[in-house]
């Protein structure tokens, strides 16, 4: 009989190899309801390539991965995401010829857009919507803006956007730091400690100052496998996650 769980998210015993080579190697992971995680880990430890299996991008070479109690492995990505689990790549995958508004009126779950609307009143609520979720991603002032023209950070924030009008469960953002300036770091911070109240979010992160403004909790992996995890103070004195990675 399969063993229920109270997390949102359970990854058990999952393992995957590359041709010989386990990336992932019996990975123990459980995410709360309302948790933000962030993992960190040096390079090559199979950060990138845990969020590839929990969103059915790489499939599991063995082991179990549950989400809401039900499990997920083999699925194809598209039924994942419709089961609520959002992922952010670490590069933006935002259309670049279109404006903000339309980038995010796209993700709308099909059906929902403007022009698939048959009454102006819900045509009238997407509108809103659209506009609600630019201005949480701080894109209010630049709704008609080619998404060309925006900074890096602003493209991150829209493909951010982008995820969250989908109203994940679940949320995966694979470094979305990495080339912001100080001040969009922390305006992301603020961002991310936000939408945590509707919503479990699971970060891969290598900014130090960052992970401390907004982990809950923090997975060290190295070599496919959890070795230190807890909170930050805790995480940081671990004489073997000194070893490996905070020391150089
Ligand atoms: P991280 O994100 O922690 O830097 P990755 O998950 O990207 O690490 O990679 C972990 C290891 O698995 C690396 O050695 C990488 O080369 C390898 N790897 C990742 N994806 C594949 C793949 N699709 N095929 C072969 N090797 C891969
Ligand atoms: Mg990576």
């Known amino acids: 009989m399969a063993s229920d769980t109270d997390f949102l998210l359970a990854l058990e015993n999952v393992s995957v190899s590359f041709d010989g080579f386990k ?3 019996g990975l123990n992971l459980y995410i709360d309801t309302g948790e933000l995680r962030v993992i960190i880990g040096p390079n090559g430890a199979g950060k990138t390539t845990v969020l590839d299996l929990i969103c059915g991008r790489t499939r599991v ?3 179990s991965i549950k989400f809401k109690n039900q499990e997920i492995t083999g699925r194809k990505e598209q039924e ?6 959002g992922r952010k790549f670490q590069t933006p995958t935002i259309y670049e010829d279109l404006t903000v508004f339309e980038n995010l009126e796209l993700s709308l779950p099909r059906g929902r857009s403007v022009v698939g609307a048959l009454f102006w009143k819900r045509a009238d609520e997407v509108i809103q919507r659209v506009h609600e979720i630019a ?3 701080f894109l209010a002032d630049h709704v008609d803006r080619l998404a060309a023209t925006l900074s890096h950070g602003q493209k991150q924030w829209l493909e951010i956007g982008m995820l969250l009008i989908q109203d994940p469960e679940l ?3 694979d470094e979305p730091v990495a080339g912001m300036s100080v001040s969009e770091r922390a305006k992301t911070a603020e961002l991310l400690n936000q939408i945590i109240k509707n919503r479990s979010v699971v970060v891969i992160e290598h900014d130090m100052k960052f992970v401390e403004s907004i982990a809950h909790r923090v997975t060290v992996l190295h070599q496919g496998k959890v070795l230190a995890e807890g909170n930050m103070q805790r995480v940081q004195s671990d004489p073997k996650v000194k070893e490996v990675y905070l020391g150089h």
């Not at 994942?80 to 689990?85: D, E, K, P, S």
Request: hydrophobic content about 60%; proline content about 0%; cysteine-free.
């Open 61 to 63: 070479s063995e082991g």
């Open 135 to 137: 201005a949480t991603v």
């Open 80 to 85: 994942i995401v419709r089961l609520g689990i």
């Open 23 to 25: 990336a992932v190697n």
């Open 171 to 173: 949320l995966m953002l």
